[in-house]
């Protein structure tokens, strides 16, 4: 099998890249897809920079250009649920579009969430489970995204209510869209670099460097276990 791993800023995916056998780098869209191995095992990862668009294209290059049989997307966003703090993770139960009108239900693929794929899950909690520093720190849940950065207590309020997530960013549903429309199993990894309130600009630039390497050294840990004894 081979991963496809995205990350939207260079942070995202340095550990990756740092980890990564590289035989091929192929300059597209502004960025560069990198292919190799990680831990014995085929990937193709790619920075594939902020919001939907860049996003999903990205992520359908991965799928069709270069083989991806599975898309991991790995990354920061801002917390929403009650009781998610800074630096805990959130692993997708689904994901789906903050800012899309309810008209585009009635157009292919007439879905407003995107389930993730739940072997890609299970494996993503035996590598948490793995990695003493995120005990307690895990959480299942809806993942918002959109062409917002949401820093503001009345705009957080609002999502809440309408969509119960568990957090929020700006890549996420465009990749699983993506993904579901090649038939490629997906999930999206964030750890939380902000509680997407009024803090969020000051909180997002002390904690994303961390938050960034915590979600690829969950990745990492993901291709280590891949393929072993649950």
């Not at 993503?124 to 993942?143: E, F, Q, T």
């Amino acid at each position: 099998m081979k991963w496809g791993i995205l990350g939207a800023l260079d942070a995202e995916i340095k550990e990756i890249r740092r980890h990564m056998h590289i035989d091929r780098e192929t300059p597209l869209f502004g960025t560069a897809f990198y292919e190799g191995t990680v831990s014995g095992h085929d990937v193709v990862l790619v920075c594939c920079g902020v919001g939907k668009v860049n996003a999903a294209v990205c992520a359908a290059t991965a799928c069709d250009r270069f083989g991806a049989d599975c898309i991991v997307n790995v990354g920061i966003a801002g917390a929403m649920a009650p009781g998610l703090h800074i630096l805990d993770v959130v692993v997708s139960s689904e994901a789906g579009f903050h800012d899309q009108d309810m008209v585009m239900l009635d157009y292919y693929p007439k879905r407003a969430f995107f389930p993730a794929d739940e072997p890609l899950a299970a494996l993503c909690l035996r590598a948490c489970d793995a990695i003493p520093a995120l005990a307690g720190r895990v959480h299942r849940g809806r993942i918002l995204s959109g062409d917002q950065f949401v820093g503001d207590a009345q705009t957080k309020q609002a999502l809440n209510a309408r969509f119960a997530p568990a957090c929020v960013e700006m890549e996420g549903a465009a990749i699983a869209h993506a993904a579901f429309m090649f038939g490629k199993p997906y999930l999206v990894i964030r750890t939380m670099s902000d509680s997407a309130d009024d803090a969020a600009d000051e909180t997002y630039d002390n904690f994303i460097d961390e938050a960034a390497h915590t979600s690829a050294t969950i990745v990492l840990k993901m291709l280590e276990l891949s393929g072993s004894p649950a």
